[in-house]
């Protein structure tokens, strides 16, 4: 008979605690875990409730010594960033975990919830788990702090165009708007002949100067005043000033260029209209069709001013019109538009309607013009012309009228409108009576040209009931593809506000 031994039992044998006796398994400190975390606090020395600086306006955080960064509520950048406001009592244990305690948006605290390990005594491993509570202090940046000072600035870029009409500003406008060059301006001042716009730092202003080079046709030329210097660092600090010229010419404007330029520019004539300013100024000879375009750099080089002033428009009344076919070009003649129609037209003032006198002239606008419609141009044979290039002209190449444009009832058309557009917020410095005028002119250019209107945002005005594209007189007007819905964030989703959107 053998006797089979039975297996010994490998399990480890138990030790008693030294403190409180409680059997245990064995360890280099030979102490149970709650005595050795009674004895010990490895997360002594790491502080409980830490500040920590948000500033409201640009809704960043501070990130020592001198950095504001953009962090999301429990995001892995906030996290980092709450991180190493412990960095040095955390360098003496071991972190294990890092993660988010749930805490309401708007009470301002934000928890963390940390494991760490540290070796105790004789070699022992020991692991704790405790929450930090960060306090959330509001602290304005330097950056919102310059912007609510609206008097501190670096840099101002000036805008000034020389003319009566503010029509080109008003398109200024709108593309500043479009494409949300406005959005680093401290503030923005309007004054008799322009815009100051005012800058925290200089390439901000570089970059609104080179917009504007884009844009319209300008000129600039930039200047720096030094403020204060540190002659021990070698640093200073200087306010810079960019000074943008627009040519003195807007949309409507009879003008006469000099004979080199007219003939650089195919022979057409010198008295031209325009009939447009985007990023050159568009002419077109009101004789011939022709067109051409004039940029920045070729207008200071050959420099030429408006001959009338807006105000100086008169009204006139068509008698007679017929369309000039089989116009024959002279050598070397430059692009004809295909959007307007020569036509020879007698037209009477409205103001002289007691009388016989008429004037008999060529117009662009023989596309547009009927017997019996107004129009609105210059008297240049009763007007008084004080122009450098008109004094040398030869009298029978200047024309007795020049019309500009059709004209429709305003009062309608104004009613009619169904579409608006917005603004940019700045300070007025002194308000003419006269600008609503000139921002109506500018509305009826936005719908008699489709060109303009594409490089702007126009918005849907829900106040005015929609109607046909066109109104009884003929008159232009921009239909409802070309709008943009406006949005209203106090809207929700159902269209009404504070409409909502369960229903019990």
Not at 116 to 131: D, S, Y
Not at 237 to 249: A, C, D, H, Q, R
Request: aromatic share 6%; net charge neutral; charged share 25%.
């Amino acid at each position: 008979m053998e006797y089979m031994a039975e297996p010994a039992d490998r399990s480890p044998g138990h030790i008693l605690c030294c403190e409180c006796g409680v059997p245990i398994s064995p360890n280099p400190a030979n102490i149970c875990v709650a005595c050795l975390r009674s004895k010990v606090d490895i997360s002594q020395g790491i502080p409980k409730q830490v500040s920590i600086s948000f500033c409201k306006q640009c809704q960043r955080y501070f990130q020592p010594p001198a950095t504001w960064v953009q962090c999301a509520l429990e995001s892995r950048e906030l996290l980092a960033l709450c991180l190493k406001k412990l960095k040095t009592p955390l360098s003496k244990v071991r972190l294990v975990d890092a993660g988010f305690v749930w805490t309401e948006p708007h009470s301002k605290r934000l928890k963390v919830k940390l494991t760490i390990q540290k070796e105790v005594m004789n070699g022992a491993i020991l692991q704790q788990v405790f929450v930090v509570d960060y306090v959330v202090q509001s602290q304005m940046c330097g950056d919102c702090h310059r912007v609510e000072a609206k008097d501190f600035w670096k840099s101002i870029v000036q805008v000034r165009q020389k003319t009566l009409h503010k029509k080109t500003f008003y398109y200024l406008e709108q593309l500043i708007l479009k494409y949300a060059m406005h959005q680093n301006t401290l503030r923005i001042k309007e004054i008799h002949d322009g815009l100051d716009f005012y800058y925290s730092s200089k390439q901000h202003a570089q970059k609104m100067v080179e917009f504007l080079h884009c844009t319209v046709p300008c000129r600039s030329k930039a200047s720096q005043r030094l403020i204060s210097q540190d002659i021990h660092s070698n640093t200073y600090n200087y306010k810079s000033t960019f000074s943008v010229e627009i040519v003195p010419i807007c949309k409507d404007n009879v003008v006469c260029l000099s004979p080199k330029l007219a003939q650089s520019l195919g022979n057409m004539s010198q008295i031209c209209v325009c009939i447009r300013v985007t990023s050159a100024v568009h002419l077109i000879d009101p004789n011939t069709l022709q067109v051409a375009d004039v940029d920045g750099n070729t207008f200071w080089s050959h420099p030429f001013n408006s001959l009338c002033h807006p105000k100086q428009l008169e009204e006139f009344i068509v008698m007679e019109c017929s369309v000039v076919r089989n116009l024959k070009r002279n050598a070397g003649a430059g692009t004809i538009s295909k959007k307007h129609t020569l036509g020879e037209v007698w037209v009477q003032k409205t103001s002289e309607m007691d009388t016989d006198k008429q004037y008999f002239c060529r117009t662009h606008l023989g596309h547009l013009l009927n017997p019996g419609d107004l129009v609105l141009g210059f008297d240049l044979a009763n007007c008084n012309l004080n122009d450098e290039h008109v004094n040398k002209m030869n009298p029978d190449r200047i024309p007795d009228v020049v019309l500009i444009k059709k004209s429709y009832d305003r009062t309608k058309r104004q009613r009619r409108r169904n579409w608006k557009l917005k603004e940019l917020a700045r300070e007025r410095e002194n308000v003419d009576t006269d600008d609503e005028r000139q921002y109506q002119d500018f509305l009826e250019d936005l719908e008699e040209d489709e060109t303009i209107r594409k490089n702007i945002n126009i918005y849907r005005d829900s106040t005015i009931p929609v109607e046909s594209d066109t109104d009884d007189e003929g008159a232009p007007r921009i239909s409802l593809a070309e709008m943009l819905e406006d949005l209203h964030i106090s809207q929700d989703a159902t269209g009404e506000e504070g409409a909502s959107m369960m229903t019990s």
